[in-house]
């Protein structure tokens, strides 16, 4: 490798780290779960299996309730790649749909769609989005804003630092900064000696 050669990443690794982006925002696994469980409550009630010179056929009655189900399936998966505020509902959805897979469509795809189903719709249900890179630096306090450093001076006393409230603008005042004042924020009347309440006559 000479030292004229590019640096810069390939254009499958571009496309790699954008795709990984791309699925970091959004419940891209359960999306997919959800979208698997789709094919097989779909497949197997309109499928023919081959045993030696025998053919079973699976087909049931219930064949056009397992397509809508299977097809449902698979539009919320989309869906949970493509608005993913909906997630909450894909969620409870796919996980209905595979329940009422199991009576329908030959125990929910013989099991496996069902347990698809109820993974990625779990999934769903729980995914939260996470916070970008800048605002998790700003909670930590590393980069700025965090705790204020003391200066020693050089007469040799120990330094002394004014605390700060997070969020705010100013210096925290202490109990030994308060004025004698008198606080009375409860409503207390010296007076009438009635603590948080004004008596009506």
């Known amino acids: 490798m000479s030292a004229e050669t590019s640096a810069e990443p390939g254009q ?12 970091g925002t ?12 789709g094919f097989p409550i779909m497949y197997f009630p309109y499928a023919h299996l081959q045993v030696g010179h025998l053919t ?29 505020h909906i997630r909450t ?7 209905l749909l595979g329940l009422v897979s199991l009576p329908v469509s030959n125990f929910g795809g013989f099991i496996v769609g069902f347990l698809f189903a109820l993974i990625g719709g779990a999934m769903a249900v729980s995914w939260a989005p996470g916070l970008p890179p800048e605002e998790q630096v700003k909670e930590s306090g ?48 010296p007076g009438t000696g009635a603590y948080g309440r004004h008596s009506a006559g």
Request: net charge negative; hydrophobic share 45%.
């Open 89 to 95: 509902f894909a969620g409870v959805a796919a996980i």
């Open 26 to 37: 959004r419940p891209f696994w359960a999306g997919l779960f959800v979208v698997i469980a």
């Open 142 to 189: 590393s980069e700025e804003g965090g705790a204020p450093q003391a200066v020693a001076p050089e007469d040799g006393t120990p330094a002394v630092s004014t605390p700060e409230a997070p969020y705010s603008e100013g210096p925290v005042f202490t109990k030994d900064d308060r004025v004698d004042e008198p606080n009375d924020l409860s409503g207390t009347s």
């Open 56 to 84: 079973l056929a699976m087909a049931t009655t219930a064949g056009a309730g397992s397509l809508i189900i299977g097809v449902l399936l698979v539009v919320l998966g989309i869906s949970l790649w493509v608005q993913k």
């Open 12 to 23: 499958f690794t571009r496309r790699r780290l954008q795709f990984r982006a791309w699925r």
